[in-house]
C-alpha cells in the first residue's frame, strides 16, 4: 500500500496538473470505485460537474482536491490506486475506473485500480473555519497530523506515546497519534534510532521518542525526493513514473544481508500480518521482565 512520500509525489503532481481546472465531465465506470459515497455515483457526477478544483492536500496516506463548491473529492489509493494524467486520446486503461475531463480540453484525469480496493467520494471540507487551508474532508477529520506536516507538534505526539501500553512500531503505525508512517518507513525509522518496535511506549524516554519521529520525517523526505518507494508497477506518480527509493532502504525487505552499520544479518519476524525488518545488534529487542 502507498505510505506518505507516495502519495505526496501524486499530490503534487495534482497540484501542477490539475489545480485551477474546470471539470466538463464525469464519469464512473465502475461502482465500487465509489462505494465510499452513499449517494451513488450520480451524485458523485453532479458534484463534480462544473466545478472548479482549486487545491490539492494531503493528511496522512490520504488526499483531496478541493472544489470551488466547499467539497472535496477525496481519494484513497487502497493496494492498487493511480491518479493519472493523460491525453484525452490515450486509449482507456483496463482497469479505469473514474474519468475526469476539463473544460480547456486538456488532459483528464483518471483514476485507475487493478484491486478496487481504492475509492473516491466527494466529501463536506470540516474544521478550522478561520483558515480553509487547514480543512480536512469530514471522514478523515479523526486522522492525525503527519511529521512532514508544518503543523506537526512531536512533543505532543511524544506525550501521548508514551501515554499508550503497546509496543514502539504499534504506535508509529497508529493514524490517530501519527499519520503517514507505515511498515516501510516504520522500519527504517526504528533502525535509524536504534530501537526496536516492540520497545514499550511506557518505558520510552522524551528523548527516544522525539528522535524516532525525527527519524522517520527524515527517511520519509529522503523517500520524497527519491520519488516515493516502488515494488511493483502499481505504484507510479500522476505520469505513471516510479520512484526508486527501495534501492535506498536499509532494513525493510533486507532479511539476511548484512546490516549497513555493523554487519550483522537483518533479521525478519511476523508482525500484524505483515513483517517487521530490524537489526538485532543495532536494535536489540527490550529485556524480558523477570517472573
Not at 11 to 32: F, I, P, S, Y
Not at 87 to 92: E, G, H, N, R
Not at 127 to 138: K, L, S
Not at 150 to 168: C, N
Request: charged share 25%; proline share 7%.
Amino acid at each position: 500500500m502507498p505510505e506518505l512520500p507516495e502519495v505526496e509525489v501524486v499530490r503534487r503532481g495534482l497540484a501542477e496538473h490539475v489545480v485551477g481546472r474546470r471539470v466538463a465531465a464525469a464519469e464512473v465506470l465502475h461502482l465500487r470505485a465509489v462505494r465510499r459515497h452513499l449517494a451513488g455515483p450520480a451524485d458523485v457526477i453532479g458534484r463534480l460537474t462544473g466545478r472548479t478544483l482549486t487545491a490539492a492536500r494531503r493528511r496522512g496516506k490520504y488526499l483531496w482536491l478541493e472544489l470551488d463548491s466547499a467539497e472535496a473529492l477525496l481519494a484513497h489509493l487502497g493496494m492498487s490506486g493511480q491518479l493519472l494524467v493523460c491525453d484525452p486520446a490515450t486509449p482507456p486503461q483496463k482497469h479505469l475506473r473514474v474519468l475526469l475531463s476539463f473544460a480547456d480540453g486538456g488532459p483528464q484525469l483518471r483514476f485507475v485500480d487493478q484491486r478496487t480496493f481504492g475509492g473516491v467520494s466527494v466529501e463536506t471540507l470540516v474544521g478550522a473555519d478561520t483558515d480553509p487551508a487547514e480543512q480536512v474532508p469530514e471522514p478523515i477529520a479523526h486522522i492525525a497530523r503527519d511529521p512532514m506536516d508544518p503543523a506537526f507538534d512531536a512533543a505532543e505526539v511524544v506525550t501521548a506515546l508514551r501515554a499508550r501500553r503497546t509496543g514502539l512500531k504499534r504506535a508509529l503505525l497508529d493514524q490517530s497519534l501519527v499519520s503517514g508512517i507505515g511498515n516501510i518507513y516504520a522500519d527504517e525509522a526504528l533502525w535509524r534510532a536504534k530501537l526496536h518496535g516492540t520497545r514499550p511506549t511506557a518505558t520510552l524516554t522524551r528523548k527516544a521518542g522525539l528522535g524516532v519521529l525525527a527519524r522517520a520525517a527524515e527517511v520519509m523526505d529522503e523517500a520524497l525526493d527519491q520519488g516515493g518507494t516502488s515494488f511493483d508497477a502499481l505504484y507510479v506518480n500522476v505520469n505513471g513514473n516510479s520512484g526508486f527509493f527501495d534501492r535506498s532502504l536499509n532494513v525493510y525487505g533486507q532479511e539476511d544481508r548484512p546490516c549497513s552499520r555493523c554487519g550483522t544479518p537483518i533479521r525478519r519476524e511476523p508482525f500484524m500480518n505483515r513483517s517487521s525488518y530490524f537489526c538485532p545488534h543495532c536494535q536489540p529487542p527490550p529485556r524480558q521482565p523477570h517472573r
